[in-house]
């Protein structure tokens, strides 16, 4: 199946800090959306992105699926934005597809 | 912005119990499926479902899980016999068909099996 590999495991920055997620996945996809795993456990929906840049506030993401990687960028970093970071990718071309997580990126901002 | 809602959000039960995870999926979505997520670890899929049958199931999806989508509205997964190892984040999710693929998780039901 397909492999998706995320980096860095970890990250620690301070507040105000920009951050640079990768999303690295081993063959061509249909899919891709960008999730932040908050403290309670839900995962937040912050991009679908299969494809070209997109933004929302301080988020953004690009991704170049000729190449098989998505960048997901934070920039000045708030403490709101500690969390797990996945990438998701799916494959099928019908709508039943699955999606193939990442490991994901734990993100920790110190005040 | 349209939400999937699950319901309990945190289920405590004693092993070899059944449980039912129930999920709402978003109204005009067809395709409806079920993640997990033990502590610490990746999200994997579960089972995908679409017009009113399975599509796909992963091989943690075994003869203790079952899916149904009863009246429409709800969408749930049943564990017949729960075991200690059933203890995880359960998540719902939905989606549209095409153009649009994206997918709407729902927050999750933490499963405790003691």
């Known amino acids: 199946g397909i492999q998706v590999e995320q980096s860095p495991p970890d990250l620690i920055l301070q507040e105000g800090a920009n951050s640079t997620l990768r999303c690295n996945f081993s063959d061509s996809v249909n899919n891709l959306q960008w999730f932040h795993q908050n403290p309670w456990g839900q995962l937040i929906n912050l991009f679908y992105?299969?494809?070209g840049t997109k933004q929302n506030g301080r988020l953004s993401a690009t991704t170049v699926a000729t190449e098989r990687y998505s960048l997901l960028y934070i920039s000045s970093s708030q403490t709101t934005d500690s969390g797990v970071y996945f990438c998701a990718v799916g494959i099928s071309n019908f709508g039943n597809e699955k999606l193939t997580f990442g490991t994901g990126t734990r993100l920790t901002i110190i005040p | 912005e349209p939400e999937v809602t699950q319901t309990p959000s945190h289920q405590v039960t004693q092993m070899g119990q059944e449980v039912i995870l129930r999920c709402v999926p978003i109204?005009?979505?067809?395709?409806f499926y079920w993640y997990r997520q033990i502590l610490g670890q990746k999200v994997e899929f579960l089972v995908s479902?679409?017009?009113?049958?399975?599509?796909?199931k992963s091989e943690i999806f075994d003869d203790q899980f079952s899916v149904e989508r009863p009246d429409g509205s709800n969408f749930t997964l049943k564990i017949r016999s729960t075991k200690l190892e059933d203890s995880a984040m359960y998540f719902c999710?939905?989606?549209?068909?095409?153009?649009?693929?994206?997918?709407?998780f729902g927050s999750g039901t933490r499963l405790t099996v003691v």
């Open positions: 992105i299969p494809s």
């Open positions: 999710a939905s989606r549209t068909g095409p153009p649009n693929y994206g997918y709407t």
């Open positions: 109204s005009n979505h067809l395709y």
């Open positions: 479902f679409y017009n009113n049958e399975i599509s796909e």
